[in-house]
Structures are given as structure tokens and as C-alpha cells.
């Protein structure tokens, strides 16, 4: 026999097998002896009181065989002899699993991505960390896996009317993710375990006959009767299918351009930016596990069954909102530039999260009113005040992709920062006045978001918290239009603009979902 059931456990109960086994007997008035196993459907934290619990969701097996876990798997088909075939520009997650999709139905993806393959592309970010030298097309935002590679594998969303959340979450772990992100209420994989599952994902499309290829980066196409016809890289090689899926992610200003020197409609969006806070671990361990509320200290070490605490904050504004974006517990801050003389920073963290320090992007909603100055550049408007934002970022921290930065106190009160903390930025850190590379709008909308945030979380305010120039790319400050049915961009009826690049996305899951979707749509039609 098998049943549901739903149990509060204290977090040290339900860090062992042991103890969930005995309590799932006592919930159904049985022996622990009589429970052959369970598994875990649902998994979330409860650290609102100074006792911890842990929500657990779980299907017993009593008096029966205990059976693993089944995974929902895709079945691959032989595509390489396919009369159809259609170009994939960009193999992050929208385009990995439009690829994905499309072999799934027996049709053969091209894949071209700008970048190297997972492993080659690590030598170049050693150099941008280590030197201070950026390949352009090999970066955190570049390469094989694209900007989710390197963005520590957050795997939650809110786009559940995009798709079917849990058939992908069941093809990571069909390719080596653990189980475990199947029932997380906030799973995560880890930048160390992402490159073994994108690596698994493309060699298994080139057993099937998909084409992959690095370093073929998209320069042009040609175009009759509405239709692309072939694609042309910038080693001079083209490419024919019958159909182009554009997922080349939110970085890619020269497909943007483009687009729009070929009078391709493109629209100016809406974005968020701001800067990357760092606090230590320890501290918000301390905040969020109420060490410190209830008079503890900063200082207790936290026990292992429960994770390094994390945290998420808005703050309204007249009209828009300062947010945390990207939470990295445990993790580290990296540059995240694609050109030389643009200094971007994100967050990441390994998949044990056991850095000593906790970063999160704190950005300001941004508007076309904000970039009315940039009108010159028509839809490109956001792209230029985004640009320039980063430029002024790069200038002030004198070059190597060193990051301004300030205490976030002496920031909130406009003061210089004789010395700064320890901070986890490898290239690293200097002393800057923020609001000498940031607009007013954006430092305003900090100052009262810092102020706000201190008084929700007890000792987030601090002097020992630094805050890094600047966190620039959290979407797409264009949008691709297309079809709202058929998914195409309305010039143009065999491209399908996806992902976060093409604005319809924002995450890792959301922009696998939106893969499959564009593959799915094409397929539906003309397959």
C-alpha cells in the first residue's frame, strides 16, 4: 500500500532517514518496521520562529516493496537523416532544449553557438578573473550552456503557464542532476555540477544526429519572401534549414544591432539595475535563523541539517521597486563583462554552497522615461543607458574589471570608504563614490531600499557589507516581437525569437521552457 502524507518535522528529525521513517509511522498508526521506504514530493523550510521546521510531502510504502523514484525520461530520435532541418542560435537553456525537443520528434537541430564548449571556455574565464583579459566571445555570458552555466543552477520560477516546470526538472536529472531538485521548494544544481549536465545533454544530441558547433558566431542571414533562407557566420560559412530558433541570451548587443540595421522590428523593455551587495554567511545565517533576534550572536555556528540561509527583498517605489535578485548563499562574485571597457557583476555558488560569503543583486526598475536621453537609439535606447552605465563602472575602477565599490554605509550616508571588507570579487575591489557611476534614480531608490531592508532584516544595514558596480544584465533591455500564437517574429515567419534574450524569459527554467515552446510551436506547424 502507498499514501500521502504531510509532515512538520524539527530540522534535525528530518536530516535523518531514520527518524522521517518513525514519524511516518506514528502518522499512520503504524511500525516504523511496517514502512518499506518513502520519497520526498515536496520540500520546504519554515525558519519564521526561533524552532526551525521542515514541511515535508511525502508518499510512504507500507507493507509493500520499496520501488526508486521513476523519472520522467525523453526519448531521443535518429534525427541525422532528416529532411528537415532547423538552426539554433545560442546553446543556453533555451536553445538546448529547443534542440532537445526538436530530436525529440526526429527533426535535426544545427547548433551554432558564439562561444567554446564548457571545458575550453573555463581557461578563459581564469584569465578574465586572474589577468584581468576578456575574450569577447568566451565569457560568463558566452560559451557552451550560455549565462546559466556560471549562475549558480537557481532551477525555481514562476512560469508555470510557460510550461511544464517538473517534465524539466526530470530531464536535468535524466542527465545528472541529483533527485533532489525534483522536490526543493527553491532547488538548485550548482556552477560546480551544471557543466557535467550541459556536457551529457549535448553529447547525447550529437549520438543522435544533431550538428554542434563552437565559435560559429551569427553575422548576417539572407532573406525572400519573408522567409530566412541561410544564415552566414563570421568565418564566413552558411548554414541552411528551414526554420531559425534565435536563443542567444540577453548579452548579445551585435544580434540586437542587427536586427535593427536591417529594419527587423525590435522594442525597447523595461529592466532592472543596480549593484551586487556581499554580506557574510555567517551573518545572515545569524539574521535569518533568528541567532540574532533572540540574542545569540553573529557567531553561533549553524548546525549542518540546515542549509546556508538565504533571503528575498522588495521595496516599493513612486513607480517601480528595488529588489534582491539572483541570492547567492555561500557564493562568490564574478565578473560577468562581454567587451573590453564594460564592467558587469553577477553571483554564483557552488552546489554545497559553503563559501564564506552571501552576495545578492539589490537593482532599481528602470523605465523608458530613465533612458529618455538614449531616444537617439530608438528601440537600442535601454541598451545604450545600460551600456554607458557600465562604462562609467569600468572607468572607476580603473581597469582589469577591478569593481568600484563602497561600504554599504558610507554609500547610504555619501561618504568615502577608507578601507573596504574582505570581498569574494577575484579581480577584485576599490574604494569609488557610487553615485559618481550610478544615476540618481538608481542610488536614490538604493539609499531607501538599504534603509527599508535594515529594519526587516535585524543587522542586514552594516558597515561590514560592500557593495560592487554594477549589476546591469538581470534581462533583456529589448524585447524581439512575435507572433503571440504561432510564436514567429511578425516580419519574418521562420524565426522564433526565444528566451531571455528575446525578452520571454528570465531564468534558467523559464528560458527552457520558452525553448521548448518555440521547437514545439514550429514542429506543430510545419512537421
Same mark, same amino acid.
Given at each position: 500500500?502507498?499514501?500521502?502524507?504531510?509532515?512538520?518535522?524539527?530540522?534535525?528529525?528530518?536530516?535523518?532517514?531514520?527518524?522521517?521513517?518513525?514519524?511516518?509511522?506514528?502518522?499512520?498508526?503504524?511500525?516504523?518496521?511496517?514502512?518499506? =521506504?518513502?520519497?520526498?514530493?515536496?520540500?520546504?523550510?519554515?525558519?519564521?520562529?526561533?524552532?526551525?521546521?521542515?514541511?515535508?510531502?511525502?508518499?510512504?510504502?507500507?507493507?509493500?516493496?520499496?520501488?526508486?523514484?521513476?523519472?520522467?525520461?525523453?526519448?531521443?530520435?535518429?534525427?541525422?537523416?532528416?529532411?528537415?532541418?532547423?538552426?539554433? %542560435?545560442?546553446?543556453?537553456?533555451?536553445?538546448? &532544449?529547443?534542440?532537445? /525537443?526538436?530530436?525529440?520528434?526526429?527533426?535535426?537541430?544545427?547548433?551554432?553557438?558564439?562561444?567554446?564548449?564548457?571545458?575550453?571556455?573555463?581557461?578563459?574565464?581564469?584569465?578574465?578573473?586572474?589577468?584581468?583579459?576578456?575574450?569577447?566571445?568566451?565569457?560568463?555570458? &558566452?560559451?557552451?550552456?550560455?549565462?546559466?552555466?556560471?549562475?549558480?543552477?537557481?532551477?525555481?520560477?514562476?512560469?508555470?503557464?510557460?510550461?511544464?516546470?517538473?517534465?524539466?526538472?526530470?530531464?536535468?536529472?535524466?542527465? =545528472?542532476?541529483?533527485?533532489?531538485?525534483?522536490?526543493?521548494?527553491?532547488?538548485?544544481?550548482?556552477?560546480?555540477?551544471?557543466?557535467?549536465?550541459?556536457?551529457?545533454?549535448?553529447?547525447?544530441? %550529437?549520438?543522435?544526429?544533431?550538428?554542434?558547433?563552437?565559435?560559429?558566431?551569427?553575422?548576417?542571414?539572407?532573406?525572400?519572401?519573408?522567409?530566412?533562407?541561410?544564415?552566414?557566420?563570421?568565418? =564566413?560559412?552558411?548554414?541552411?534549414?528551414?526554420?531559425?530558433?534565435?536563443? /542567444?541570451?540577453?548579452?548579445?548587443?551585435?544580434?540586437?544591432?542587427?536586427?535593427?540595421?536591417?529594419?527587423?522590428?525590435?522594442?525597447?523593455?523595461?529592466?532592472?539595475?543596480?549593484?551586487?551587495?556581499?554580506?557574510?554567511?555567517?551573518?545572515?545565517?545569524?539574521?535569518?535563523?533568528?541567532?540574532?533576534?533572540?540574542?545569540?550572536?553573529?557567531?553561533?555556528?549553524?548546525?549542518?541539517?540546515?542549509?546556508?540561509?538565504?533571503?528575498?527583498? %522588495?521595496?516599493?517605489?513612486?513607480?517601480?521597486?528595488? &529588489?534582491?535578485?539572483?541570492?547567492?548563499?555561500?557564493?562568490?562574485?564574478?565578473?560577468?563583462?562581454?567587451?573590453?571597457?564594460?564592467?558587469?557583476?553577477?553571483?554564483?555558488?557552488?552546489?554545497?554552497?559553503?563559501?564564506?560569503?552571501?552576495?545578492?543583486?539589490?537593482?532599481?526598475?528602470?523605465?523608458?522615461?530613465?533612458?529618455?536621453?538614449?531616444?537617439?537609439?530608438?528601440?537600442?535606447?535601454?541598451?545604450?543607458?545600460?551600456?554607458?552605465?557600465?562604462?562609467?563602472?569600468?572607468?572607476?575602477?580603473?581597469?582589469? &574589471?577591478?569593481?568600484?565599490?563602497?561600504?554599504?554605509?558610507?554609500?547610504?550616508?555619501?561618504?568615502?570608504?577608507?578601507?573596504?571588507?574582505?570581498?569574494?570579487?577575484?579581480?577584485?575591489?576599490?574604494?569609488?563614490?557610487?553615485?559618481?557611476?550610478?544615476?540618481?534614480?538608481? /542610488?536614490?531608490?538604493?539609499?531607501?531600499?538599504?534603509?527599508?531592508?535594515?529594519?526587516?532584516?535585524?543587522?542586514?544595514?552594516?558597515?561590514?557589507?560592500?557593495?560592487?558596480? /554594477?549589476?546591469?544584465?538581470?534581462?533583456?533591455?529589448?524585447?524581439?516581437?512575435?507572433?503571440?500564437?504561432?510564436?514567429?517574429?511578425?516580419?519574418?515567419?521562420?524565426?522564433?525569437?526565444?528566451?531571455?534574450?528575446?525578452?520571454?524569459?528570465?531564468?534558467?527554467?523559464?528560458?527552457?521552457?520558452? =525553448?521548448?515552446?518555440?521547437?514545439?510551436?514550429?514542429?506543430?506547424?510545419?512537421?
Amino acid at each position: 500500500m502507498q499514501k500521502t502524507i504531510q509532515l512538520k518535522l524539527s530540522a534535525s528529525d528530518a536530516f535523518s532517514e531514520v527518524r522521517i521513517r518513525a514519524q511516518c509511522g506514528k502518522a499512520l498508526g503504524r511500525s516504523p518496521d511496517e514502512i518499506s =521506504g518513502f520519497h520526498i514530493l515536496k520540500k520546504s523550510l519554515d525558519a519564521r520562529a526561533k524552532e526551525h521546521w521542515i514541511l515535508l510531502s511525502l508518499l510512504v510504502f507500507i507493507h509493500e516493496p520499496f520501488s526508486p523514484r521513476k523519472i520522467v525520461r525523453i526519448n531521443l530520435k535518429d534525427c541525422s537523416k532528416s529532411s528537415k532541418k532547423v538552426i539554433v %542560435v545560442g546553446a543556453g537553456p533555451a536553445g538546448l &532544449f529547443a534542440a532537445l /525537443t526538436l530530436v525529440e520528434s526526429g527533426i535535426q537541430p544545427i547548433i551554432l553557438e558564439r562561444g567554446k564548449e564548457v571545458r575550453a571556455r573555463r581557461r578563459d574565464l581564469a584569465r578574465l578573473n586572474k589577468e584581468g583579459i576578456i575574450n569577447p566571445e568566451s565569457n560568463y555570458c &558566452f560559451g557552451e550552456g550560455g549565462a546559466g552555466t556560471y549562475s549558480d543552477g537557481k532551477l525555481y520560477t514562476r512560469s508555470n503557464k510557460r510550461g511544464d516546470v517538473h517534465r524539466i526538472l526530470n530531464i536535468l536529472v535524466q542527465f =545528472g542532476a541529483e533527485e533532489n531538485i525534483l522536490y526543493e521548494a527553491h532547488p538548485h544544481i550548482g556552477t560546480n555540477k551544471l557543466p557535467h549536465i550541459i556536457t551529457a545533454i549535448r553529447e547525447a544530441l %550529437v549520438n543522435h544526429g544533431a550538428v554542434f558547433l563552437f565559435e560559429k558566431k551569427l553575422v548576417d542571414w539572407q532573406i525572400e519572401k519573408d522567409n530566412i533562407q541561410s544564415v552566414s557566420c563570421s568565418d =564566413g560559412e552558411k548554414f541552411y534549414a528551414d526554420a531559425v530558433i534565435l536563443a /542567444t541570451g540577453h548579452s548579445a548587443r551585435d544580434i540586437f544591432h542587427m536586427l535593427h540595421q536591417k529594419k527587423i522590428k525590435i522594442e525597447s523593455k523595461p529592466f532592472a539595475l543596480g549593484v551586487r551587495i556581499e554580506h557574510s554567511q555567517e551573518l545572515i545565517d545569524g539574521i535569518q535563523y533568528k541567532y540574532l533576534k533572540h540574542g545569540l550572536g553573529g557567531s553561533l555556528q549553524r548546525p549542518n541539517f540546515l542549509p546556508p540561509a538565504s533571503y528575498s527583498l %522588495v521595496e516599493k517605489l513612486h513607480d517601480g521597486s528595488v &529588489f534582491s535578485f539572483c541570492m547567492c548563499p555561500g557564493g562568490i562574485i564574478a565578473p560577468a563583462s562581454t567587451a573590453e571597457g564594460e564592467l558587469v557583476v553577477n553571483g554564483w555558488s557552488p552546489s554545497k554552497r559553503n563559501n564564506p560569503f552571501a552576495n545578492s543583486g539589490i537593482v532599481v526598475t528602470v523605465n523608458e522615461k530613465n533612458f529618455s536621453a538614449f531616444y537617439g537609439s530608438g528601440p537600442l535606447a535601454g541598451m545604450a543607458f545600460q551600456q554607458m552605465i557600465e562604462q562609467k563602472a569600468f572607468l572607476a575602477g580603473g581597469g582589469k &574589471f577591478v569593481a568600484p565599490a563602497q561600504r554599504m554605509t558610507d554609500f547610504v550616508e555619501g561618504k568615502h570608504s577608507s578601507t573596504l571588507p574582505n570581498c569574494s570579487y577575484l579581480p577584485g575591489i576599490c574604494s569609488a563614490s557610487l553615485r559618481q557611476v550610478l544615476p540618481e534614480i538608481i /542610488t536614490n531608490g538604493l539609499k531607501r531600499a538599504f534603509l527599508a531592508f535594515g529594519g526587516k532584516l535585524k543587522g542586514y544595514y552594516t558597515s561590514d557589507a560592500v557593495v560592487l558596480a /554594477t549589476e546591469s544584465r538581470t534581462s533583456s533591455p529589448v524585447r524581439i516581437p512575435r507572433d503571440p500564437i504561432a510564436l514567429h517574429h511578425p516580419q519574418i515567419k521562420n524565426l522564433y525569437p526565444c528566451g531571455e534574450g528575446a525578452g520571454y524569459a528570465g531564468g534558467i527554467m523559464s528560458a527552457a521552457m520558452d =525553448g521548448e515552446r518555440v521547437a514545439a510551436s514550429w514542429i506543430a506547424a510545419y512537421h
